[in-house]
């Protein structure tokens, strides 16, 4: 997040490398910072002759330095463009040359998504030197909370824990997805507001009584009427609940449970560092670990994964949805 900062702000500051590349397994920060150059490098009257842009797949590393080494007309710099520029990983080794002695007049963007360059490589080295390599991390799911309060802090929102669980939990960790979710309220709900469980319940769609967040809250609290509730109510909706989520999140947090058994520093502090949630949530697992001892933990996580392969359709292609949910529930409360 610092670099992307950074970058951003040399660039407001007039201070432009002629490569930028950037790369990575999550792409939002690598489509936001080449959007951001897109819009704001050049004027609107300079763009149509001096910016162009290309796809990976359409085009070649020859192609790309061709254009790169034109010069600027009516105006001090150009922009190209590369995007999808993981279609180019098997001959991205031929952009070295360039990447040596590259065009000051140019600044020429990677969009390379999905993959990184072997920073030991010649390539990775050299675009390194004369220019800007930045990789965007995928962001760990205990990670993705404190990101969005800060993607929403900064325009002047806030959000409930809750609601922001609920989020990761029905969107993953995929930042692009959660960001046009949080567009779509931005719309609906006025700056200062604190987005609720509610507001997610209303305006996108998901239940904040019968969602995978509530099943392991009651998992952990041995509340068996609210989950077989909440099993019910994914069954009657398959769709919008798979059950191989359903049985893959179940799993990791009994495996969790069994890494908090294992702690020597049980601290709040610790205990999230170490399982990788949100500190807002020890609390749950605090009272799940007092239900639930080791030697219980450990029987769980060996039957969940006989349901979590069921669940893959293996050995089980009779057994419904419902039924193999049920089976879960009895594996746990038994």
């Given at each position: 997040?610092?670099?992307?900062?950074?970058?951003?702000?040399?660039?407001?500051?007039?201070?432009?490398k002629?490569?930028?590349?950037?790369?990575?397994?999550?792409?939002?920060?690598?489509?936001?910072?080449?959007?951001y150059?897109?819009?704001?490098?050049?004027?609107?009257?300079?763009?149509?002759?001096?910016?162009?842009?290309?796809?990976?797949?359409?085009?070649s590393?020859?192609?790309?330095?061709?254009?790169?080494?034109?010069?600027?007309?009516?105006?001090?710099?150009?922009?190209?463009v590369?995007?999808?520029?993981?279609?180019?990983?098997?001959?991205?080794?031929?952009?070295?040359?360039?990447?040596?002695?590259?065009?000051?007049?140019?600044?020429?963007v990677?969009?390379?998504?999905?993959?990184?360059?072997?920073?030991?490589?010649?390539?990775?080295?050299?675009?390194?030197?004369?220019?800007?390599?930045?990789?965007?991390?995928?962001?760990?799911?205990?990670?993705?909370?404190?990101?969005?309060?800060?993607?929403?802090?900064?325009?002047?929102?806030?959000?409930?824990?809750?609601?922001?669980?609920?989020?990761?939990?029905?969107?993953?960790?995929?930042?692009?997805?959660?960001?046009?979710?949080?567009d779509?309220?931005?719309?609906?709900?006025?700056?200062?507001?604190?987005?609720?469980?509610?507001d997610?319940?209303?305006?996108i769609?998901?239940?904040?009584?019968?969602?995978?967040?509530?099943?392991?809250?009651?998992?952990?609290?041995k509340?068996?009427?609210?989950?077989?509730?909440?099993?019910?109510?994914?069954?009657?909706?398959?769709k919008?609940?798979?059950?191989?989520?359903?049985?893959g999140?179940?799993?990791g947090?009994?495996?969790?449970?069994?890494?908090?058994?294992?702690?020597?520093?049980?601290?709040?502090?610790?205990?999230?560092?170490?399982?990788?949630?949100?500190?807002?949530f020890?609390?749950?697992?605090?009272?799940?670990?007092?239900?639930?001892?080791?030697?219980k933990?450990?029987?769980?996580?060996?039957?969940?994964?006989?349901?979590?392969?069921?669940?893959?359709?293996?050995?089980?292609?009779?057994?419904?949805q419902?039924?193999?949910?049920?089976?879960m529930?009895?594996?746990?409360?038994?």
């Amino acid at each position: 997040m610092d670099e992307v900062v950074q970058i951003i702000k040399e660039i407001k500051s007039g201070i432009f490398k002629p490569i930028y590349f950037f790369m990575g397994e999550e792409p939002y920060y690598i489509d936001k910072l080449t959007e951001y150059i897109e819009d704001n490098v050049l004027t609107e009257d300079e763009k149509g002759f001096n910016q162009v842009v290309l796809y990976g797949r359409d085009t070649s590393i020859e192609d790309i330095v061709s254009n790169a080494k034109r010069y600027p007309m009516m105006a001090d710099r150009q922009v190209v463009v590369v995007k999808e520029a993981q279609e180019l990983s098997r001959t991205i080794d031929k952009l070295e040359a360039y990447a040596e002695n590259p065009q000051p007049t140019t600044v020429l963007v990677f969009a390379y998504k999905y993959k990184t360059l072997d920073k030991r490589k010649k390539v990775t080295k050299l675009l390194a030197k004369t220019g800007v390599v930045f990789e965007s991390k995928k962001l760990y799911e205990n990670q993705v909370g404190d990101w969005i309060k800060r993607v929403l802090s900064g325009q002047k929102y806030a959000i409930e824990p809750k609601a922001a669980a609920m989020l990761v939990e029905f969107l993953g960790t995929d930042l692009s997805k959660i960001n046009n979710e949080l567009d779509k309220l931005k719309i609906i709900l006025p700056q200062g507001h604190t987005i609720t469980a509610k507001d997610i319940e209303d305006n996108i769609g998901i239940s904040k009584d019968y969602n995978n967040f509530e099943l392991r809250k009651a998992i952990g609290e041995k509340d068996q009427i609210k989950a077989y509730k909440i099993i019910t109510f994914f069954s009657q909706n398959p769709k919008d609940n798979p059950i191989v989520v359903t049985t893959g999140l179940v799993f990791g947090f009994f495996s969790q449970l069994l890494q908090y058994h294992g702690l020597k520093d049980k601290s709040k502090a610790n205990v999230a560092k170490v399982l990788k949630i949100n500190p807002y949530f020890v609390s749950d697992y605090d009272v799940a670990v007092r239900n639930y001892p080791m030697k219980k933990v450990s029987a769980i996580v060996s039957s969940l994964r006989d349901i979590d392969v069921k669940s893959k359709g293996v050995g089980a292609n009779s057994i419904s949805q419902h039924d193999l949910l049920k089976e879960m529930l009895i594996k746990i409360f038994t």
